[in-house]
């Protein structure tokens, strides 16, 4: 079973370049999120979705977009990228709302340095 | 404000030793409380759920308690393998509020040989 599945795994930036993060999970989950880890902090939700067409913002949208299109991808788009942006990016996924038992499934992260 | 507390940052221990890691929250309304192990370089894995009415649940070696009135929790690891080095992270989840789920920060576990 693959799981989530997050590419690339590296990648540095220059300041003001754009890109996208990619997560896809095959385990056919409504729910979908991204978080950001800087070393020292728990993670922090950055959008998440509900399901196809449907996304919010979490705790620290500033600088990010994402869509929805599909219930397995969920890209994460940086459009002018900003040191302030280097940290360990996870994409995560559940079958169902927070107040179930079901786990978050996380991918294992891209790491971004923006410089 | 709703937060999680865990402690302590690092630990070292020898390989074949118990160790007990905590976790202090003051989230409300409570939801579940779930333990993740972390190895380097990966991301979370989920070792256990509990909800207000379980205090305790097991995964092997792993056991996690929760006592719902002091809002603490702790995770127990029994004959500690090389493997078990890794960062053991706290989540609390709450009902309401945006941001549903409270990640602490988590101990960093090294078990030495």
């Known amino acids: 079973n693959a799981g989530v599945t997050q590419t690339p795994k590296f990648r540095i930036l220059k300041i003001g370049q754009s890109m996208t993060l990619q997560c896809t999970q095959d385990?056919?989950?409504?729910?979908m999120y991204w978080y950001r880890q800087d070393p020292g902090m728990g993670l922090k939700l950055i959008y998440y979705?509900?399901?196809?067409?449907?996304?919010d913002k979490g705790e620290v949208p500033n600088g990010y977009n994402v869509s929805r299109s599909t219930t397995e991808d969920f890209p994460l788009r940086l459009e002018l990228a900003a040191p302030s942006q280097t940290s360990v990016y996870f994409c995560?996924?559940?079958?169902?709302?927070?107040?179930?038992?079901?786990?978050?499934?996380f991918g294992d992260g891209t790491r971004l340095s923006i410089l | 404000k709703n937060q999680v507390e865990q402690s302590p940052q690092s630990l070292i221990i020898l390989e074949g030793k118990n160790c007990t890691l905590q976790?202090?929250?003051?989230?409300?309304?409570?939801?579940?409380l779930r333990w993740y192990k972390q190895d380097t370089g990966r991301g979370p894995v989920s070792l256990t759920i509990?909800?207000?009415?379980?205090n305790t649940k097991s995964n092997g070696r792993y056991t996690a308690t929760l006592d719902a009135d002091t809002k603490q929790s702790s995770l127990h690891i029994t004959a500690s393998q090389l493997s078990d080095s890794a960062s053991y992270i706290c989540?609390?989840?709450?009902?309401?509020?945006?941001?549903?789920?409270?990640f602490g920060t988590g101990t960093r576990l090294k078990v030495l040989a």
């Open positions: 979705s509900v399901g196809a067409g449907i996304t």
């Open positions: 509990m909800t207000f009415s379980e």
């Open positions: 385990m056919n989950h409504n729910y």
């Open positions: 976790c202090n929250y003051t989230v409300s309304p409570f939801s579940n």
């Open positions: 995560a996924s559940s079958y169902s709302f927070e107040g179930s038992n079901q786990p978050q499934h």
């Open positions: 989540v609390v989840s709450s009902t309401s509020g945006t941001y549903k789920y409270i």
